[in-house]
């Protein structure tokens, strides 16, 4: 039995996130269904994790098991033969028996990006979060350092503790935690580092980023949210479309 590992690259606006789901299309379906088709076989897809509805992706990994006797650059081109457009095989490859694309993960790194302008190209707008008011950038750069390091986050968790199966365990460690500013474009990003992520964590710490820049919080507010283990003390979940899964690393690449 075989077990190839996929790069996958998506556009999450059309999609309910990447877990299968009854009566919704996602991106593990759309894979899983694909694979099958191509393999004549029941095909299980496991991702390093599980983005939101809305939430895009340049560098999913994930992998399976088959039988399949198919090459793996023959698994690329006919995968995207099968898949929307919106969905992507990057690469694919064997890997040891061993690997897990969710369990095995290392570091992944999110991106944020935030549009400053009046108006928002419509070919823009699917992919980032578009906030027409001035933000003070150096007050949000300073508070985004104090998620450095290793926090209990249940004040960015998601709210309903039955839809977040880490609801018991809310410690992370985030490795780089920084906004830069690129000014020909009048884009504000942000990015972070961390092994894993809670479920609306990355939209929470932005939310609450928002409000640093609107004046509503100051950077020295940060260190008593995390402290305080209550969502409703952060900012507002920021919006999907501005999120993207950036790249996910493993100790054996």
């Not at 088959?66 to 698994?75: D, E, H, K, Q, R």
């Not at 780089?176 to 992520?197: A, C, D, I, N, Q």
Request: glycine fraction near 6%; charge should be positive; hydrophobic fraction near 40%.
């Amino acid at each position: 039995m075989r077990n190839i590992r996929l790069i996958l690259a998506y556009d999450g606006t059309d999609f309910h996130g990447w877990q299968r789901q009854p009566d919704a299309p996602t991106i593990q379906a759309c894979l899983e269904d694909a694979l099958a088709k191509l393999t004549g076989a029941p095909v299980q897809v496991c991702g390093s994790g599980r983005t939101d509805a809305g939430v895009h992706a340049l560098h999913q990994v994930a992998n399976f098991h088959t039988a399949s006797t198919i090459p793996c650059a023959n698994f690329v081109k006919a995968l995207n033969d099968l898949l929307p457009p919106t969905v992507r095989v990057k690469g694919a490859d064997d890997v040891s028996p061993a690997f897990h694309a969710r369990y095995d993960v290392l570091h992944k790194t999110y991106r944020y990006r935030i549009l400053l302008t009046p108006v928002c190209s419509p070919l823009l707008c699917r992919f980032v979060c578009h906030h027409p008011y001035p933000l003070d950038r150096a007050r949000m750069a300073e508070a985004a350092r104090h998620f450095e390091g290793e926090h209990d986050f249940t004040s960015f968790a998601a709210t309903d503790a039955d839809e977040d199966e880490d609801a018991k365990s809310r410690g992370r460690v985030i490795h780089r935690s920084h906004l830069l500013w690129r000014p020909r474009s009048s884009m504000l990003v942000y990015e972070v580092t961390g092994k894993g992520f809670l479920r609306y964590m990355v939209r929470n710490i932005v939310g609450t980023l928002i409000e640093v820049g609107r004046g509503k919080l100051a950077p020295s507010d940060i260190p008593r949210i995390l402290a305080a283990r209550d969502r409703t003390q952060a900012g507002p979940t920021a919006p999907a479309p501005g999120l993207c899964l950036m790249k996910v690393e493993y100790e054996n690449p």
